[in-house]
C-alpha cells in the first residue's frame, strides 16, 4: 500500500475509518469500544470496525498525534477505570474539519450534475 | 473463544501487542457478547483479516505508520497488497460464502492429500529399516504362458523364483552390489511354553547388506550364516516385545518348525522387507527371518516352487539400465520351459510388475476413488459459487473497468481472491491430512507422513478449477462491457446471465446428483459386507487343521479327519459335525467348468470346489432348493451339488439343471486332471449377504480318501467354543505335535477376514455422508445465490401486487424445472459411473433405484429448502428497499 504525500497546503483525503474516529472523538474523550459502538450506529453499520482494525487506527493517530490518550475523562463517575480513553488533539480536529470540508466540496461538484437523480416529488 | 484471540493476536508485532494487546482483547470479547449468533462469524472473519494485515504491513520495511499528514488515498487499486486487502475484505464481507468455499476444497484436499500421501509413501517413500531405496530394483521375470492355456495377453509376469533361477541370478557382474532374495512362510514357532504361527521369511545371505538394513540388537543374517546353514535367526522388534519384554532375547533359543535356532540379532521397529504388494491381500508383517539353505529340505516346502523374491541393490553410480544388462546374462542361462521365453523386467522397488496394467490402476484407483470424489464434489461447488459470485460483481467489474482497470487488473483481483481461498483450505487441509495419517500410522505398513509435494499438486489442481471458474466470468464480462455500457450492465447482459445462471443451476443438479449416487452406491456395496453375522455362524466351529509340517506320514490327515467324525458326529449335544477339504471357510479350490461341448482352449468359467462330507450341509443349514444333498452313499460316485449361483449360470442354457452332466479341471498335485460329474442338487449360499461367498459359484464333490495336508472341520453345536479343546485333544491323540489347529467359530473368522473391508467400509461410508452434505450444501449455497440476485426483480414484482405466497412459489416453480433438467442430466452420469463400480465391487447394479431414489429425495429437499429460504427473505423486505438497494 504506498502512502501519497499530500501536495502542501492541501491535507491527502482520510481513509473513511480513520475519519469516522476522528469524527466520534470530536463530542469528547471515548474509549475503544464505545468508538465502534458510535461509529455503527452513527453509519447505520455502514463502518464497521473490528477491535483490531480500530486499534490499528488508533495507533497510527496516536503516532500521528492527532489524538491523545487521557487516563479518565471529564466525568469521573461515568469512567471506568480499566479502560483507555482518547480524546482529540487541536491537530486531529483540524484533520477531520479538513475532511468533512473537503468531502462537503466533492458533494456540491457531484449535486451540480444528475447524477444522484432529481429531487424527488 | 478469547484463547483462540488471544493466539491469532500473537501474529501481531510485539511492539503492538504490547502497546494495545489487552485493550484490543477486551473490546473484541466485548463485540462478541453482543453480536448476534449470525454476525459472529462475520466479526471473526473481519478480525482474522485485520490482524493478517496489520501482521503482514507492519513487518514490510517502509511500510509502517505514515508520517504525519499522509494518509491512504481512496483506491481503485493498483499494487498486489491493495488486491490482497480488497479480497480480504470482500471476502470478510460475505462470511458464508469463505466459509462455504473453504469447507468445501479443505475436505477435498484433506482427503486428496492424505490418501495420496499414502500411495506416494509405498512408491517412493523411505521404507523402514531399508536404507537408499532408490538404488533398489525389484527382480521380475517375463515368461510365456504355456499354449495351452488360453489367455488375453500371451506373456505373464513372474514375481517370485524358484531356487535354480535364484542361484543363477547369484552369478550375475560387477553393476549388481548385492541381490536379497526372500522366501515368505508362515513359521510354527516354540518360544517360551507357547506355540505360535508367525509370518516370516527365508532370507539370502546378502539379504540384510543389500536392504542396507542396521540390527536394533545383536547381528542380522550375513553371508556366512546361509553357506554353514548356521541355526541362526533374527528376530522383528515386535516379536522381541511380544516374546520377551524387558529380557534380553539374544542368545536365547527358540524352536522353528521343529528346529532349535538361536536369535542373533534384533531387526529395526517396524523393518518388514521390500515386498509391499502385501498390502492388497492384507498386510502380514514378518516376525524371523531365517537363512534360505533352510528353505531346502523345510517340511511342506518344495525346492522347484516359484516363491523366491528378488531385490537387487546397484553397485555405486551403475545405472537400472546397467543392473539389467548385467543381470541379462543370469536370466539367459536360466532353464526356460520349451517354447517359453524368458526376459528380465527389473522395476523400481515397491513397484508392481504391471506398471501400466489393470490391476495396478484398479487398485490405486479404489484406493483414491474416494478421496477424489469428495475433491471433485469440492471443486464442483467452489466453481459454482465462483460463477454464481461472478454474475453478482458483474457491475463492480464494470465499474472498475470504466475508471481505467485493465482487464488483466480485473482478472488479477479475481484470480488473487481465489488465491487466497485456496491458501487457507490448504493450511486448514494440511492439518486434517496431518491427524489423518497420524491417527492411521499405526495400521499403515509405512508410516505416511502428508507429502507436501502431493498437497501442492491437489491444491494446484483445485486453485486450476476454481480459477477458471472465478476468473472467465471476469474475463467475458470484461470483454463485453464497454464504458458507455455502464449503467445498463444489468439490462445488456440480462439474457446472457440468466442463461449462464440457469446452465450454473443444472450443471451443480447433474454434478451432485451423480456424485451423490456414486457414494451411495459405495456405501451400499460395503454395507453389505459389513452387515452383521448371521445366525449359523456364531453356532459353528471352524477348525483349520495343517499337516504341512508335522513330519506325519501322508496318510495322517486321513485317519485324522475320520477319527474326528466318528468321535463327534455320534455325540448328541453336536448338531452336525463335517469334514471340508477347503483350506478355510473362505479359502476354496478354484476350478475351470466344461459344459458338454465346450471347447476346453476357450472356456474360463471357474467356481470354487470342495470334498465335503455328508454332515457339511446341515452344518451350514443349507436345505435343497431342488435335488438333493450328498449323502454317504455317493462317496466314490460322481454326484455333485451346486449353489444357485452356479444354477443360474447353467440355466441359461435351458432345461432342467439337476441331472446334467460337467466336466472340472481340477489342479490335483501339480497336474490337471479332468473330472466328470453329474449335478444332483442345488442348495442356497452358504453366507446371504457376504460378498465374495455369496456371489460366487459353488460345486460340492463327496469326501473321498484323499484328504490334503490342510482340510476344515466344522461343528455346529449350541455352544461351539466349548469344542475347542476335544478337538485339539482328538488330533494330539494321533501323535500330531506339530499340526497346527486354528479353531474358532465362523463368526469371528467372518470378523477377522471382513473386519479391514469393514474399516473400509466405515471410511467410505463416512467419505459417502461428507460428499452428500457437500453435494445438498454447494446446490443450496448455488440456488440461494441465483435467487438472491433476482431480489430486485422480486422487489419489482411485489411493488406491482405480487403476495408473498405467489413469490415463493414462482421462486420454487422455476428452481425446480431447473433441478428437473439437472437431474435428468444426473441420471444419465450415474450410469457410467455405476457401471465403473461394477468392475471393482461385486453387486452393483447400473440402474439401482434403491440408491437413486434418496439421492434425489435429498437433492429435492436441499433444493426446496435452497429457493424457498431466500425467497421468503426477498418477499419481505419492503419493496421500496429493495428497489432502492440496486
Request: hydrophobic share 50%; net charge positive.
Amino acid at each position: 500500500m504506498k502512502f501519497r504525500q499530500a501536495p502542501a497546503g492541501r491535507p491527502a483525503p482520510l481513509s473513511p475509518q480513520v475519519f469516522q474516529i476522528l469524527v466520534s472523538l470530536v463530542d469528547g474523550p471515548r474509549h475503544g469500544y464505545a468508538v465502534i459502538q458510535d461509529i455503527r450506529e452513527r453509519t447505520d453499520d455502514e463502518v464497521f470496525l473490528t477491535a483490531s482494525t480500530l486499534y490499528d487506527a488508533l495507533a497510527r493517530l496516536l503516532d500521528q498525534q492527532w489524538i491523545e490518550e487521557i487516563d479518565t475523562p471529564g466525568k469521573p463517575e461515568a469512567a471506568d477505570a480499566r479502560r483507555r480513553y482518547y480524546r482529540l488533539t487541536a491537530a486531529g480536529r483540524t484533520a477531520a474539519r479538513l475532511e468533512a470540508e473537503r468531502l462537503e466540496r466533492q458533494i456540491a461538484t457531484v449535486r451540480r450534475t444528475r447524477l444522484l437523480g432529481r429531487k424527488r416529488a | 473463544m478469547s484463547r483462540l484471540h488471544r493466539a491469532l493476536l500473537r501474529l501481531l508485532p510485539s511492539r503492538r501487542r504490547e502497546r494495545h494487546g489487552a485493550e484490543i482483547e477486551r473490546v473484541f470479547a466485548e463485540q462478541r457478547a453482543v453480536a448476534r449468533p449470525r454476525e459472529r462469524l462475520r466479526l471473526w472473519v473481519k478480525e482474522i483479516a485485520a490482524v493478517a494485515r496489520v501482521a503482514v504491513i507492519e513487518r514490510v520495511p517502509g511500510r509502517r505508520t505514515p508520517l504525519p499528514g499522509e494518509c491512504r488515498p481512496p483506491r481503485i487499486g493498483s499494487g498486489w497488497t491493495a488486491d490482497l486487502t480488497q479480497s480480504l475484505r470482500r471476502l470478510g464481507r460475505s462470511p458464508w460464502y469463505a466459509a462455504t468455499v473453504i469447507v468445501c476444497l479443505g475436505t477435498g484436499l484433506a482427503a486428496t492429500t492424505s490418501a495420496l500421501s499414502m500411495v506416494n509413501t509405498l512408491l517412493f517413500g523411505a521404507l523402514p529399516g531399508i536404507e537408499a531405496r532408490e538404488t533398489l530394483s525389484r527382480v521380475y521375470l517375463r515368461g510365456q504362458y504355456p499354449p495351452n492355456l488360453a489367455s488375453r495377453s500371451r506373456t505373464m509376469n513372474i514375481s517370485s523364483l524358484g531356487s535354480a533361477r535364484f542361484d543363477e541370478l547369484r552369478t550375475h557382474g560387477p553393476a549388481v552390489a548385492a541381490l536379497a532374495g526372500q522366501r515368505m512362510h508362515t513359521f510354527v514357532v516354540r518360544v517360551g511354553g507357547d506355540t505360535v504361527n508367525l509370518p516370516g521369511s527365508f532370507v539370502s545371505g546378502d539379504y540384510f547388506r543389500a536392504l542396507g538394513t542396521q540390527p536394533v540388537a545383536g547381528r542380522l543374517l550375513a553371508a556366512a550364516d546361509e553357506d554353514a546353514n548356521a541355526p541362526v535367526l533374527v528376530v522383528s522388534d515386535r516379536f522381541r516385545q511380544t516374546y520377551f519384554g524387558a529380557r534380553d532375547a539374544l542368545g536365547a533359543v527358540i524352536t522353528v518348525g521343529g528346529h532349535d535356532m538361536q536369535i542373533v540379532g534384533v531387526a529395526p521397529a517396524r523393518f518388514a522387507g521390500y515386498r509391499l504388494s502385501g498390502l492388497a491381500d492384507g498386510w502380514v508383517a514378518p516376525q524371523i527371518w531365517l537363512p534360505l539353505s533352510y528353505a531346502r529340505g523345510w517340511p511342506g516346502l518344495r525346492d522347484s516352487e516359484q516363491a523366491i523374491d528378488v531385490a537387487v541393490r546397484h553397485a555405486p553410480g551403475a545405472t537400472r539400465d546397467a543392473v539389467a544388462t548385467a543381470l541379462a546374462a543370469s536370466v539367459a542361462r536360466m532353464d526356460p520351459a520349451p517354447g517359453r521365453e524368458l526376459s528380465l523386467n527389473l522395476k523400481p522397488l515397491g513397484h508392481l510388475p504391471q506398471t501400466s496394467g489393470r490391476e495396478l490402476a484398479s487398485l490405486v484407483a479404489a484406493f483414491l476413488v474416494g478421496p477424489l470424489v469428495l475433491l471433485v464434489i469440492g471443486c464442483a461447488n467452489v466453481a459454482n459459487l465462483q460463477l454464481a459470485r461472478a454474475l453478482e460483481r458483474t457491475r463492480e467489474l464494470a465499474v472498475r473497468l470504466s475508471l481505467g482497470a485493465s482487464r488483466g487488473r480485473v482478472v488479477r483481483l479475481l484470480a488473487i481472491e481465489t488465491a487466497v481461498v485456496t491458501a487457507v483450505a490448504l493450511a486448514i487441509a494440511w492439518f486434517g491430512a496431518t491427524t489423518m495419517l497420524g491417527s492411521l500410522s499405526s495400521i499403515l505398513p509405512v508410516p505416511a507422513v502428508p507429502d507436501w509435494r502431493v498437497a501442492l499438486l491437489s491444491a494446484a489442481v483445485a486453485a486450476a478449477v476454481t480459477m477458471v471458474a472465478g476468473v472467465a466470468p471476469g474475463w467475458i464480462v470484461a470483454s463485453r462491457v464497454h464504458l458507455a455500457g455502464l449503467k445498463e450492465t444489468r439490462q445488456v447482459g440480462a439474457r446472457f446471465h440468466t442463461r449462464l445462471r440457469h446452465a450454473l443451476v443444472v450443471v451443480q443438479v447433474a454434478l451432485s446428483l451423480a456424485l451423490l449416487v456414486a457414494s451411495a452406491l459405495l456405501t451400499r456395496v460395503l454395507r453389505d459386507a459389513t452387515a452383521d453375522v448371521p445366525a449359523v455362524a456364531s453356532e459353528l466351529l471352524v477348525a483349520n487343521l495343517n499337516f504341512q509340517q508335522s513330519g506325519l506320514a501322508e496318510s495322517a490327515p486321513a485317519e485324522v479327519a475320520a477319527d474326528l467324525l466318528s468321535r463327534f458326529e455320534r455325540d448328541s449335544r453336536v448338531r452336525a459335525a463335517a469334514i471340508s477339504t477347503a483350506t478355510d471357510l473362505f479359502l476354496r479350490q478354484e476350478v475351470r467348468y466344461l459344459r458338454p461341448g465346450d471347447d476346453p482352449r476357450a472356456v474360463r468359467q471357474f467356481a470354487n470346489v470342495q470334498d465335503v462330507s455328508p454332515g457339511f450341509f446341515q452344518a451350514f443349514g443349507l436345505t435343497p432348493l431342488t435335488g438333493r444333498t450328498l449323502t454317504a452313499t455317493d462317496r466314490g460316485t460322481t454326484a455333485a451339488v451346486i449353489n444357485v449361483v452356479l444354477e443360474e449360470k447353467l440355466r441359461a442354457d435351458g432345461g432342467a439343471v439337476v441331472g446334467r452332466r460337467l466336466v472340472l479341471n481340477r489342479y490335483q498335485g501339480g497336474t490337471e486332471e479332468s473330472v466328470p460329474v453329474e449335478i444332483v442338487g442345488v442348495v442356497p449360499t452358504e453366507f446371504k449377504r457376504w460378498e465374495r461367498p455369496a456371489h460366487t459359484p459353488q460345486i460340492y464333490l463327496p469326501l473321498g480318501d484323499r484328504i490334503p495336508v490342510t482340510f476344515t472341520f466344522y461343528l455346529r453345536a449350541d455352544d461351539p467354543l466349548a469344542w475347542a479343546m476335544p478337538i485339539r485333544r482328538a488330533v494330539a491323540a494321533r501323535d500330531g505335535r506339530g499340526v497346527i489347529v486354528d479353531v474358532a467359530t465362523a463368526a469371528d473368522r467372518v470378523r477377522q477376514e471382513f473386519g479391514p473391508v469393514r474399516a473400509l467400509g466405515i471410511a467410505v461410508a463416512w467419505l459417502g455422508g461428507v460428499a452428500l452434505l457437500l453435494a445438498a450444501a454447494g446446490l443450496y449455497a448455488v440456488v440461494a445465490y441465483v435467487v438472491s440476485l433476482r431480489t430486485r426483480e422480486i422487489g419489482v414484482r411485489m411493488a406491482v401486487g405480487a403476495t408473498q405466497a405467489s413469490v415463493v412459489r414462482l421462486v420454487l416453480r422455476q428452481a425446480l424445472r431447473l433441478v428437473t433438467i439437472g437431474a435428468g442430466i444426473g441420471v444419465a452420469l450415474t450410469i457410467p459411473i455405476a457401471l465403473a463400480l461394477r468392475g471393482m465391487f461385486v453387486g452393483v447394479s447400473a440402474v439401482d433405484p434403491l440408491t437413486i431414489g434418496p439421492a434425489l429425495a435429498a437433492l429435492g429437499l436441499a433444493t426446496v429448502l435452497a429457493s424457498v429460504v431466500p425467497a421468503r427473505r426477498a418477499a419481505r423486505i419492503d419493496p421500496v428497499t429493495t428497489l432502492k438497494a440496486d
